[in-house]
């Protein structure tokens, strides 16, 4: 509908000035902006909801299923996959359901550990050597640079032969070295937010340092730390599978997806299915954990937002 | 006049950049600004106005000199009381508008944070109501109070950095180059809102910018520095009507002007060769490489900067 | 340049301190002494006595630590339990072939698919190859090597016969551990060099170098590769490590002879000399890939090869 | 003088995930020979995404929706890459805003100077390239020219490596140089001195350049005429006097009087209020309409057209249309 322009169209408006500083967009946090970036991420979203569901059904298969996963049958030993044993049986016939999820459950609770420990020692470390500046970031990062020199999964090994073997001390041999990535990624965001404007500001404003920490640091350091979680998860759980996989991991009956890797790879020739169920739960862990990964990076890394 | 509010003596800023190499960002600086007054600062990229800003406003530790604000030494020991008075007395508008304000933190609260250390407000209601007469007196309103700051544009994000510098009723605010990332009619705004929040709040201003003809429409008096050193501090009309030091004849001339017919009448004096490296600077005048002028005796020691006419110092061996 | 290669010497030296003590300390809390307990108590006391005295075992704690410090200066990491009495340097070094050789290769594949798939992707941004590349990308971090080792080995060798499955007797052995290795530096460096070219294509030169008029092959190569390439030196240390270490596993999979299989092989027989030899050459040879790398780096970068004073600024 | 190079009603749109943009919105305009046109406008006006659409350098998602540009005789919006290939460097080159990152940092200055004359003068040897590289950097300015040439990006100053974008830009002599806020990163002594150089070499060779900028003095000192653009449109242009003493649009009133004159004394100075327009969904009528003190109804429906009040002084404004009460009630 053209409409016809008029001689009464040619009267002055009075615009206030405030509604010109109206902003046309919808109001929304940055949080909630990241939050609809990573929305449109379809794998990301589709890789949350797996990594949700392995969770819980790792958690749930093991109590329901009737078997338990040390429960051995010599009758049914190397049974292919049957409705009666979904996955089949392995050289002890136990039942490789519920086996590979209780494996899972090892497996997470290993990756999520070793990920929380490294979280934990690495901010700490990296946010007090960011923070207190000059002498003592000097000593602190002589300290990483002599441990950056150390093959961490060589000191893995060692300290799984000293300590006896099971989830602590996979946790713990892992934190060794692992923590030092968190650290230097978190020193380098805290150093960078340091110089910002608005941290001056706030040093202006009569802002206590603790305060600063708490309000300014922290939560713009947040992003950079859940990204480096979502990737030390997955390359915890592939470093305990490979513990297990060299015959260094658990120790039997107890099960994870590397010990059962193992095993599988034994029995290759007469029992294929034995390796090939745990590899794909493996691999399907870790590739969601990557792509969640990439997909948080490219929706809160302000970096990315350049 | 006023009283004088900030003195600052002979002060100098060096950074130890390695094992030999000296950065005198800035190098021996003396002014004072009075109540109410506005001294401008001006310089090319690399003549240490801003770092002598952030030293004055306590930021930088001074490496030699005073700074003294209304009796209190800002440069040296202070008691808690008086760190706290600075605290709320001196404030700072920076120049970057997407990175002076916090990303994760509403506008609300970044605003606030200056009332909520210093206690000036006795409840949450009270609080949010100095915010929204703050956002009002910078030409936002309660609208803008919840939103975050990447959902501003330059200019308003700008006034924010204003609102919160004023939320301590300061009297003396450093302007670090407020303007200089925004675009020319944004410019004019901010710049006009700052002369009149200085008429109702009797504020003292140091504007510190590149852009010469903003400053001179903001200073009552302009400084002008080069190489860590002020070489010409006069009234703005006098500057511009008698420039005397050969850098600030050749940066007036320099800048063109938007008026064509102006422009085609002027003749240029146009600077050879470009700003020397700042570090390990020589001890004479910073300016005789590139300058006319030059004589034996400009290598001989920084010139002193003398007041040749009432108001009117300059830095320069010739014009003394 | 000198001096910064000084200061990285220094760090290594202290580094392998660190390792050195380390590696005692887990000697002497390791379970079982270094030969069978059952043999051990056979022994009469005085044969016990001399057995341990000749391992030097009776001494203090400090002695045996600086005996010990001063054989692994002289490079003399002791005997090898397994292989009764080989000094263990020159186990190690007769063990080195197979592994470089299958680590050569596994890097040299990856990396040549992994860059160029990574820079087809980076070029033809959201195309397929692009799509392609992310998951191949995915895949190659997410499959552990040694499922992939296995899996090839009993597929591609035992059912289909192409290649022999395992032992070293020709160059064909090699092929499957290589392939198996390969995945994961081709991964990380599709990965890497697909964010740094992206990277690369939205810096301002690229804008003026378009604006010249050139084809898209040179823009490619003279300007946006020229650029990209540069940093992938800085991943190539970690990615030789990743492979050092996924050895381990590939190595006891197709039984190769080589120090991957070796380390595996003594953690299962306590031969802790060999151990602790392995421990400190691994170290050493990471370090010294760093280092090649960063001064690598910064040959071939410009902007901090040719320091040079900047006129004015 | 004949034209050289004539935009006729050119719409470019980009596509975001952030929405579509209507960067440029139907703009016109001719260069004549040896001329210097400047186009003023502050971000967001879309007069730097125009020049690109006419260097065929769109950003990704960047498209040229209508809307024709003629270069003697032919129309190079339509071409095809390689054609456009021809004419980059050759007929029409570009300097860029930022000289830190203008240049490539792993490739020595004259190698990038030569790589200009390889692509389009194949017949030149490499020792003639080297010579001509040598001369240019000469003619920019630059002192000791064999010792810089050798030497990288990272080695010179801001205003040295504008100089060096400079030659690389006229190594071919193009007919058209268009700037793309040349000075704008440089400060005030730097600036004036490359004004200088481009005002010297245009008189030498004859070069017709196109100034893109939002600082009037330097319109002022180096412009012959204007093209003042807002919300992606065209709002005034005109001789630079005209445009400067005798300006039409409110909005070019408006800029001018944002900027201290260094005569006046004391001067009031107007601010305009409110901020640009979203090009995202762009305001129906004249973009200016939210932010014009004359703003009438018609300005909110429609968009002004062309008002033509000399052969080279143009404006688009509702306020020149003789129902708007006998015309012209400027400021």
Redesign the interface.
């Given at each position: 509908m053209q409409?016809k322009?008029t001689?009464?169209?040619?009267?002055?408006?009075r615009?206030d000035?405030?509604k010109?500083?109206?902003?046309?967009?919808k109001?929304?946090?940055?949080?909630h902006?990241g939050w609809i970036r990573l929305r449109?991420n379809k794998a990301a979203v589709v890789c949350a909801v797996l990594i949700v569901v392995i969770t819980v059904m790792s958690i749930i298969v093991p109590y329901t299923s009737p078997y338990a996963y040390y429960e051995t049958d010599y009758k049914h030993k190397m049974n292919a996959p049957s409705s009666e044993h979904i996955f089949g049986t392995d050289l002890f016939g136990r039942d490789q359901w519920t086996r590979v999820w209780y494996g899972t459950r090892i497996s997470l609770l290993i990756g999520l550990a070793a990920a929380l420990i490294n979280l934990v020692i690495g901010v700490f470390y990296g946010a007090i050597s960011a923070i207190a500046g000059g002498k003592v970031d000097a000593v602190m990062q002589?300290i990483i640079?002599?441990?950056?020199?150390?093959?961490s999964?060589?000191?893995v090994?060692?300290?799984m032969?000293?300590l006896p073997p099971g989830v602590g001390t996979i946790v713990a041999a892992m934190a060794v070295t692992g923590w030092v990535n968190m650290a230097r990624l978190v020193r380098a965001q805290i150093l960078k937010l340091k110089n910002?404007?608005?941290v001056?500001?706030?040093?202006?404003?009569?802002?206590?340092r603790w305060k600063t920490i708490l309000?300014?640091l922290i939560?713009?350091t947040i992003s950079v730390i859940v990204i480096q979680v979502m990737f030390a998860i997955?390359s915890a759980i592939?470093t305990e599978?490979?513990l297990s996989?060299?015959?260094?991991g658990l120790a039997e009956p107890k099960a994870s997806l590397g010990v059962l890797?193992n095993n599988?790879?034994k029995a290759?020739?007469s029992a294929?299915f034995l390796?090939i169920y745990p590899?794909i739960a493996?691999?399907l862990i870790?590739?969601c954990f990557?792509?969640v990964g990439d997909g948080l990076r490219d929706a809160f890394d302000?970096r990315m937002k350049r | 006049m006023a009283e004088e509010i900030l003195k600052v003596e002979n002060l100098a800023r060096h950074f130890t950049l390695g094992k030999k190499q000296v950065l005198k960002a800035v190098d021996g600086v003396s002014f004072s600004i009075k109540r109410g007054e506005t001294l401008g600062l001006v310089g090319e990229s690399g003549c240490g106005k801003s770092t002598l800003g952030r030293t004055v406003i306590g930021l930088y530790p001074p490496t030699a000199g005073k700074i003294t604000f209304d009796g209190i030494d800002v440069g040296g020991k202070k008691t808690s009381a008086q760190r706290d008075e600075l605290s709320r007395r001196m404030q700072m508008i920076f120049q970057d508008p997407y990175t002076s304000l916090n990303p994760r933190m509403k506008v609300l609260d970044i605003i606030a944070e200056g009332i909520d250390n210093h206690h000036l407000a006795a409840n949450r209601a009270e609080r949010t109501r100095m915010v929204v007469e703050l956002l009002r007196s910078v030409g936002l309103d309660e609208e803008h109070a919840n939103r975050y700051p990447h959902e501003f544009s330059g200019g308003q994000r700008q006034r924010v950095g204003i609102a919160r510098a004023l939320s301590v009723n300061p009297d003396f605010i450093i302007a670090d180059e407020p303007i200089s990332a925004l675009d020319v009619s944004i410019q004019a705004q901010v710049v006009n809102l700052l002369k009149s929040l200085q008429k109702k709040r009797n504020l003292t201003y140091l504007f510190i910018a590149h852009d010469l003809s903003m400053v001179k429409y903001i200073s009552d008096r302009i400084g002008v520095m080069y190489l860590g050193n002020l070489v010409e501090l006069a009234d703005s009309d006098e500057l511009f009507a008698h420039p005397l030091h050969p850098y600030t004849q050749a940066l007036l001339s320099a800048i063109p002007l938007p008026d064509p017919r102006a422009e085609r009448g002027r003749s240029r004096i146009v600077l050879e060769g470009s700003v020397s490296s700042p570090i390990n600077l020589p001890d004479c005048c910073r300016f005789c490489s590139r300058c006319q002028s030059k004589g034996k005796e400009c290598e001989k020691g920084i010139p002193p900067l003398v007041e040749v006419r009432p108001g009117h110092f300059v830095a320069c061996c010739h014009v003394v | 340049m000198a001096r910064y290669i000084g200061r990285r010497l220094l760090y290594m030296i202290v580094t392998l301190f660190v390792i050195v003590v380390l590696t005692f300390v887990l000697m002497k809390i390791l379970p079982g002494s270094p030969f069978d307990t059952e043999r051990f108590e056979k022994l009469t006391p005085e044969q016990q006595a001399a057995a341990l005295e000749r391992y030097g075992l009776d001494k203090p704690i400090p002695v045996q630590f600086l005996r010990y410090l001063g054989n692994t200066l002289r490079g003399d990491l002791g005997t090898s339990f397994y292989y009764t009495n080989i000094p263990v340097t020159r186990v190690i070094f007769s063990r080195l072939g197979p592994s470089m050789l299958v680590g050569a290769q596994a890097i040299l594949v990856g990396l040549a698919i992994g860059l160029s798939l990574g820079i087809v992707a980076a070029c033809r941004h959201n195309g397929f190859v692009d799509n392609f590349t992310m998951v191949i990308a995915v895949l190659g971090i997410s499959v552990p090597n040694f499922v992939v080792a296995a899996l090839l080995q009993y597929y591609v060798g035992l059912k289909l016969g192409w290649l022999p499955i395992g032992f070293w007797k020709t160059w064909s052995c090699s092929v499957l551990p290589s392939l198996a290795l390969c995945f994961q530096p081709l991964a990380t460096a599709a990965r890497f060099i697909r964010t740094e070219t992206l990277d690369v294509l939205q810096q301002d030169y690229i804008v003026t170098a378009r604006s010249k008029g050139m084809s898209q092959a040179r823009l490619l190569l003279k300007h946006t590769l020229r650029n990209s390439i540069i940093p992938v030196i800085t991943i190539m240390a970690s990615m030789v490590v990743n492979l050092l270490t996924g050895s381990l596993a590939i190595e006891s999979i197709f039984s190769i002879p080589g120090i991957g299989g070796l380390f595996t092989e003594s953690v299962k027989n306590n031969d802790y000399n060999v151990i602790m030899g392995l421990t400190m050459f691994y170290s050493l040879f990471y370090m010294l890939t760093i280092l090649l790398a960063d001064v690598t780096y910064s040959l071939v970068d410009p902007r901090i090869r040719v320091a040079g004073e900047k006129e004015g600024e | 003088m004949n034209k050289l190079l004539e935009v006729r009603n050119m719409s470019v749109s980009i596509h975001t995930d952030g929405g579509v943009i209507q960067a440029v919105r139907g703009v016109s305009f001719d260069l004549r020979e040896g001329e210097t046109l400047a186009i003023v406008g502050e971000s967001g006006s879309g007069k730097s995404i125009t020049n690109k659409a006419i260097m065929g350098l769109l950003p990704v998602g960047g498209r040229i929706d209508s809307g024709e540009v003629i270069l003697n005789g032919r129309d190079i919006a339509h071409c095809t890459e390689k054609q456009m290939r021809e004419i980059r460097g050759a007929e029409i080159s570009m300097i860029f805003q930022d000289p830190l990152t203008s240049l490539n940092p792993t490739m020595t200055v004259g190698k990038q100077i030569s790589e200009m004359l390889l692509l389009h003068k194949p017949q030149m040897t490499k020792e003639q390239r080297y010579n001509r590289a040598l001369e240019l950097l000469d003619m920019v300015g630059i002192p000791n020219p064999k010792e810089r040439c050798a030497q990288y990006p990272h080695q010179f100053s801001g205003g040295m490596r504008q100089r060096v974008m400079i030659s690389i830009a006229l190594a071919c002599e193009p007919r058209i140089l268009i700037a793309d806020e040349p000075t704008t990163a440089l400060d005030v002594t730097i600036q004036a001195q490359i004004l200088d150089l481009m005002k010297a070499l245009q008189k030498k060779t004859n070069t017709s350049i196109i100034l893109v900028t939002h600082n009037l003095g330097v319109v002022s000192s180096v412009a012959d005429r204007v093209l003042v653009m807002y919300g992606g449109r065209f709002a005034e242009t005109g001789e630079l006097d005209e445009v400067f003493y005798d300006m039409k649009h409110p909005y070019t009133q408006g800029l001018l009087n944002s900027i201290p004159n260094l005569q006046l004394q004391d001067q009031a100075l107007y601010s305009i209020p409110g901020t640009p327009p979203d090009l995202i969904n762009p305001p129906h009528g004249c973009p200016f309409a939210a932010r014009c003190e004359h703003c009438m109804r018609v300005c909110q429906k429609f968009q002004p057209p062309e008002f033509t009040f000399s052969e080279t002084h143009k404006a688009s404004c509702w306020l020149y249309d003789e129902r708007a009460k006998g015309g012209a009630q400027n400021g």
């Open positions: 409409e322009i001689q009464d169209m040619f009267v002055p408006v615009s000035a405030h010109q500083e109206y902003i046309a967009r109001h929304h946090s940055a949080f902006d449109k002589r640079e002599v441990l950056v020199g150390i093959p999964l060589i000191i090994i060692l300290f032969m000293v910002q404007e608005f001056l500001a706030a040093q202006l404003l009569g802002t206590s309000r300014h939560p713009n997955p592939f599978a490979f996989f060299i015959g260094v890797i599988g790879y290759l020739r294929p390796l590899a493996i691999v870790m590739v990557s792509i302000p | - | - | -």
